[in-house]
């Protein structure tokens, strides 16, 4: 295994942190409009569970998902 540079050891760095952040940015975003008919029609009970557990689940994954992407792409593009 090569030895990298320290460019090459901050290009990481700082596209995990990228990575990190913008998936958070984008779950909360997520997160928040899908539990938006809670907020603002006052769903309470089972529609309320039914509503939140939905909008965590896919916040959940949309975090999954731009994490993963984003870290896949840089890898790619850094190993070509």
Known sequence: MA???QAERDATTVEIVYAIV???FRACVTGLLLA???L???LR???MKIVGGIAVVLAIGVLLW?????LWRFDNQRRH
């Open 66 to 70: 731009r994490l993963i992407s984003v």
């Open 40 to 42: 603002f029609l006052g």
């Open 22 to 24: 913008s998936a958070v």
């Open 45 to 47: 009970g089972p529609a």
């Open 3 to 5: 030895t990298r540079s």
């Open 36 to 38: 938006s008919p809670i």
